[in-house]
């Protein structure tokens, strides 16, 4: 089958390579009918997360048709059209019953990426995303082995096209907990940082939550001006303005700040040359420069809502402020299995409709070209479809 792989920082292509089979009696394959690509891909294309190996097949945003599976699988069965969440959980230990699933301590045969783990189990295996989490082949493939099928894929009804479904496997709960994360409620003021996927779709739910105001930062203008005129918030540039959290806090009733914040941006924020350099010579993990301004854009007894991934340690994080203000911080992998029932019923009524920030369907395999016109934010890109198989004169580019 084609699959795209990876070939070192910037280097990926579509290969041919073997065909998954079943290992374990819970496992499908799938038939992936579309799939996408994700910022935290970008993280691995540019060579920033460790136990990438050349070969390793990139995807954990994908969708498809059940083909094959094993003898233990109940709860879906072939030619089901299903949803895949990109992280693996079991479905059965502690983590799983308390609906933490990307926590699942059962999934991962790698580290996971905690610097100062201990003997704690490492998270969830996710879908190609390195030897630290599971080394799992991903799904920007034409088939993919589905480990643990009684707990992850999701049924979707055949009235809806891939469009509208595909990102329940991640980008459409990650934004949802991100804002549940945040408190985001009727009358709330919310700063968004980052306008890239998650970060848009963190609006679109911000406003179906009922937010007052919206700030969103970002210095690509094409994303900025998506975010004002489809979620009517209020864009600020950080090339044209240097301090955002300054003119969020002018912008807000007492110069309080903003009830929230929300950092869809992650560790490889733009604006710290010192932070890149560090990072660079791997003496920083992460750049905090889109965090220390999630920090001082929110007011006193406000939340700090992170989807943005982090690695290491980062010096600049201003823990004092975070005390002086008494914030409360939450963060990590998206439990993507526990919001999917309700976000499907959110696109069904109509009151969700994630696919408008797709702006490339692309054949599965021009892949690579994908990756470099989603990284490059090439064509006002927002966000890239990769289907197997497709036309090459229906691609949208
Ligand atoms: N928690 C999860 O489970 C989860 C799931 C999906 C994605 N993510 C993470 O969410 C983040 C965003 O993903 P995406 O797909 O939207 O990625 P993306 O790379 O398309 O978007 C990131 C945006 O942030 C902007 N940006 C860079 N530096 C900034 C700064 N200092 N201030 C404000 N904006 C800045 C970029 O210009 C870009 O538009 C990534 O870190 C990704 O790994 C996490
Ligand atoms: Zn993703
Ligand atoms: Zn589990």
Request: glycine share 10%; hydrophobic share 40%; proline share 6%.
């Amino acid at each position: 089958m084609k699959a795209l792989t990876y070939h070192g920082p910037h280097s990926v292509k579509v290969d041919n390579v073997d065909d998954p089979g079943l290992i374990a009696p819970d496992d499908i394959i799938l038939r992936v009918t579309a799939t996408a690509i994700c910022g935290s891909d970008l993280h691995l294309y540019r060579g920033k997360i460790p136990g990438t190996h050349h070969g390793d097949i990139f995807g954990h945003e994908f969708m498809g048709e059940v083909v094959e599976a094993g003898p233990e699988v109940k709860n879906v069965s072939k030619g089901d059209r299903v949803v895949i969440p990109f992280v693996i959980a079991c479905g059965d230990c502690f983590f799983c019953r308390l609906q933490q699933y990307s926590a699942c301590e059962s999934t991962n045969s790698g580290q996971g990426a905690a610097l100062n783990r201990k003997s704690i189990t490492p998270p969830a295996a996710l879908f190609g995303y390195s030897s630290l989490y599971g080394g799992v082949p991903g799904g920007q493939a034409e088939y993919v082995r589905v480990p643990k099928a009684n707990t992850g894929p999701f049924k979707v009804p055949d009235i809806l096209s891939d469009e509208k479904v595909l990102f329940l496997s991640d980008i459409l709960p990650t934004a949802w907990q991100a804002v549940i994360n945040a408190e985001v409620k009727p009358g709330s003021r919310v700063a968004i940082y980052g306008a890239g996927p998650v970060g848009l779709l963190t609006a679109a739910c911000a406003r179906l939550k009922g937010a007052e105001q919206i700030f969103i930062v970002d210095h690509n203008d094409y994303r900025l001006e998506f975010a004002r005129q489809r979620y009517d918030a209020i864009p600020i540039n950080f090339d044209k303005n240097d301090d955002p959290a300054a003119w969020i806090i002018e912008n807000t009733p007492g110069n309080r700040g903003v009830d929230a914040v929300i950092d869809a941006v992650g560790f490889e924020a733009k604006g710290s040359i010192t932070e890149t350099v560090l990072s660079t010579l791997k003496i920083e993990g992460s750049s905090g420069k889109a965090l220390r301004q999630c920090i001082a854009a929110v007011r006193r007894g406000g939340i700090v809502s992170v989807p943005g991934v982090y690695a290491g340690f980062i010096h600049g994080f201003m823990f004092g402020d975070a005390f002086d203000k008494g914030l409360t911080f939450k963060m990590g992998q998206t439990h993507v299995h526990a919001w999917l029932p309700e976000l499907l019923a959110l696109i069904e009524q109509g009151h969700l409709t994630p696919e408008e920030i797709i702006t490339h369907h692309m054949p599965l395999e021009e892949a690579a070209r994908g990756y470099e016109i989603f990284e490059k934010r090439q064509q006002e890109c927002r966000k890239v479809i990769l289907v197997p198989g497709m036309n090459a004169e229906k691609a949208t580019v």
